[in-house]
């Protein structure tokens, strides 16, 4: 397949984003513009927009039906099992559907692209790979040096549908020039997360205990990007108003329109050098964060997520992993934002 990327601009700032559609509509390279001067913000391998890589390995890759791991490549809802397919290391299934696959443009403006994956009509053979129909439906707009991002997550069928959601980007550091690695050290990055807790794994997956962060304060009040060596899920989460409640399972009700600032949790990354600093902010419809550094030290990934991982197995046992189940006609919608300043 022809790989399709297209562009979003928004002409005052100068900002541009690029999205590769051809393959999980994944919003791979963000050129933010602060004082006029270009800002990479998005690590990707430099074939990401060829298509040829593997799609969990740059840019924000969207996680959908599930996030991160279920164990194994079967998985079983209601009495019926549904072959997946192995993606990690170990063996298990990992991230989903919707990052490997084309979408389709349904909307497009000079600062705004609306794309959408409609399981059951984009790819059919799905009809054997999952217990429910779903359509997800992207919107990235480019505001001034903030991208907004709106996941639309839809049961168009007539059973429920379980389901988590989650976004995994890759920020670039240090924040430097557009240069690769700007010429500037990463080590000296300052993290910050709005986590308080965390879960327990065992072979990449959660087990279902809760550890709370004897030195949480850290990670709220920002570390050293050289001093974290990072592949876990955090929970906890920290919004204006403090510790978001457990959200569970339940069924989702309809989008607002607006989100008061205290509902929002807050991330960033600032480089002391450059003087720049990454913000992320995401919705209460997230209640977890897995946050993860890559081998090659270029980036790292703060993933906000609905579920746990392995959230159906834990569901199964009876812990709130967050797991949602749609009913027919239901839907969520979920909302990031991604500023430089």
């Known amino acids: 397949m022809t790989p399709q990327t297209i562009s979003i601009r928004d002409h005052a700032s100068g900002a541009s984003a690029e999205i590769l559609v051809s393959q999980g509509f994944n919003c791979f390279r963000f050129t933010a513009m602060p004082a006029g001067q270009p800002v990479e913000v998005l690590y990707a391998p430099p ?77 059919p053979s799905l009809k054997n790979r999952w217990p ?37 980007p890759y920020f670039r550091v240090p924040l430097g020039d ?44 920002g570390q050293r990007y050289g001093d974290l060596t990072l592949d876990d899920v955090f929970t906890g989460l920290q919004s204006g108003t403090g510790i978001l409640p457990v959200s569970g399972q339940g ?36 209640r977890e964060c897995v946050v993860y550094t890559p081998p090659h030290r270029e980036a790292i990934c703060i993933e906000p997520l609905t579920c746990m991982p392995n959230s159906f197995e834990l569901t199964r046992q009876g812990i709130d992993a967050g797991l949602r189940i749609l009913d027919p006609g239901g839907s969520f919608t979920a909302r990031v934002e991604i500023s430089v300043s």
């Open 251 to 286: 069924h989702a009700g309809p989008a607002t329109k607006g989100i008061p600032a205290d509902d929002w949790c807050e991330s960033s990354i600032h480089d002391p050098a450059s003087g720049r600093t990454i913000m992320q902010r995401f919705d209460r419809t997230f």
């Open 47 to 123: 074939d990401f927009a060829s298509g040829q890589s593997r799609p969990s390995r740059g840019g924000i890759p969207l996680m959908f039906p599930f996030p991160g791991r279920i164990p194994g490549t079967t998985f079983t809802w209601e009495g019926e099992q549904y072959t997946l397919e192995a993606g990690d290391a170990l063996g298990n299934a990992i991230h989903g559907f919707a990052m490997w696959r084309p979408w389709r443009i349904i909307d497009q403006a000079d600062n705004r692209l609306s794309g959408q994956f409609h399981a059951w009509r984009d790819d």
């Open 178 to 221: 557009a240069t690769p690695l700007g010429g500037r050290k990463a080590d000296d990055c300052l993290v910050r997360l709005p986590v308080s807790a965390r879960w327990e794994l065992k072979d990449m997956l959660p087990t279902g205990r809760r550890l709370d962060l004897p030195d949480a304060e850290k990670y709220q009040a």
């Open 132 to 168: 429910a129909d779903f359509r997800l439906t992207a919107v990235y707009t480019l505001t001034a040096n903030t991208l907004h991002a709106q996941y639309s997550i839809e049961n168009p069928g007539d059973t429920p549908l379980p389901c988590g959601f989650g976004t995994h």
